[in-house]
């Protein structure tokens, strides 16, 4: 394997930098290393660099001449960033008295190669290349993976990323070290189960995480039974998708929430502070919650009148394709779920996107009432009864919200 072309057109041509600038001690190292071996292309580019000295100094030199952003990131242990539009070069002072020494500290061996840009020569004292050629994640050590247990769960996410296998003993490992998780900043752990939930990749990834004890500490009711509704997510959307002439897509933060809603408890208080022990934010979880306490009506349905329709899109309005994602993986009739969906995506659809007759002060003025909550009542009762086809004009939405207004009283 050759990443020498593959990392000279990064330097020399995405960041149009003359690699002679750099100092001859340089070594660009990480997953810019490993993934240019596997010609593995990004939109944005990360490049991480090791000098023995002078980091700071080196990035600040480098930015100034090429008019690019500058950001110190650490002091003490001299990091810095140069940051261009395509991408950032990070300039890091090595770890140790050595580059060796600064490589075997960090987490996987496929993460541990470095590359010298004037010599153009790889550096693998890891065995890094043959586990690349083996397509397998092998730890570098026992103790590096204690010193930060969120590697544990990154395992599962780089072998999801990559299509890569965790190496027996690596992963017996791990599972003897999930316990160590708990030290870790929920922030940083949502951010790798992200990943696993946002594409079909990470399926299997999860599950394995699930069985080898990553997500205990923070999702205590998994079931064999909702990691299989998980694993079909990606053919429920498949199948919803299709039933739009206009290719309805459901994007990736969709089916991230969708299966979230499989995964949290089934209790709804222990849900919610899951998601919140987990720091995800408020939109977020409203979005998971409402889906979750949306889907009692259709559980034993086998067909829904129009009130019920009305309100399931009233309860869960915007994130509705959600809702119908997770009730489909749920196991509810797909035939109702799919007549919902397609009645959503029909914006003349007066069930799903209704045009009230009456407004709030209508009904004021009219019935001579003063704001309270009847407002609301009244009005949800005449737009039903507009769905019904029981009042078509104003006039009479007012005489039947005065009818209904006698009930009440």
């Avoid at 043959?130 to 780089?158: F, H, T, V, W």
């Avoid at 720091?279 to 009130?307: C, H």
């Avoid at 399931?312 to 196991?331: D, H, Q, R």
Wanted: charged share 25%; with cysteine; net charge neutral.
């Amino acid at each position: 394997m050759s990443c020498q072309k593959n990392l000279d057109s990064l330097v020399k041509e995405v960041f149009a930098i003359n690699q002679q600038e750099l100092p001859e001690n340089a070594y660009l190292v990480g997953g810019a290393v490993r993934d240019a071996l596997l010609n593995r292309q990004k939109d944005y580019i990360d490049l991480d660099f090791v000098v023995p000295e002078k980091a700071i100094e080196i990035a600040q030199t480098i930015a100034h001449h090429y008019k690019a952003g500058f950001v110190v990131l650490d002091a003490v242990r001299q990091i810095a960033r140069v940051v261009f539009p395509q991408g950032t070069l990070d300039f890091a002072q090595q770890e140790g008295e050595s580059l060796e020494i600064d490589l075997k500290r960090r987490d996987f061996t496929v993460n541990a190669l470095a590359y010298n840009l004037q010599t153009q020569e790889i550096f693998d004292p890891l065995g890094g290349l043959k586990d690349l050629g083996c397509q397998s994640l092998r730890m570098i050590s026992r103790e590096n993976l204690q010193d930060d247990p969120l590697r544990l769960l990154r395992a599962y996410r780089q072998a999801a990323q990559l299509d890569f296998e965790i190496e027996p003993h690596t992963r017996a490992t791990i599972r003897s070290l999930a316990p160590l998780l708990r030290r870790v900043a929920a922030e940083r752990v949502q951010s790798e189960l992200n990943y696993l939930l946002l594409n079909s990749r990470g399926n299997k990834w999860l599950k394995s995480a699930w069985e080898d004890g990553l997500l205990f500490l923070w999702l205590r009711r998994i079931t064999p039974a909702k990691m299989e509704r998980v694993m079909g997510v990606e053919a429920a959307a498949g199948f919803l998708e299709s039933l739009s002439p206009e290719k309805f897509i459901f994007s990736p933060s969709q089916l991230q929430l969708t299966k979230l809603a499989l995964l949290v408890s089934d209790v709804l208080a222990e849900a919610e502070k899951e998601l919140i022990d987990l720091k995800y934010s408020r939109g977020e979880i409203r979005t998971v919650m409402t889906v979750i306490k949306s889907l009692p009506p259709l559980k034993e349905a086998d067909n829904l009148s129009l009130r019920e329709q009305y309100f399931i899109y009233l309860n869960t309005g915007k994130v509705f394709p959600v809702f119908a994602l997770f009730a489909l993986s749920m196991g509810i009739n797909q035939n109702i779920v799919a007549s919902l969906l397609t009645s959503y995506l029909d914006p003349d659809n007066i069930i799903a996107h209704p045009r009230p007759l009456l407004r709030g002060d209508d009904l004021i003025n009219h019935l001579h009432l003063k704001p309270s909550p009847i407002i609301g009542k009244l009005l949800t009762e005449v737009q039903i009864a507009q769905i019904e086809g029981k009042v078509t004009v104003f006039q009479e939405a007012i005489d039947f919200a005065k009818k209904v207004l006698q009930q009440l009283s």
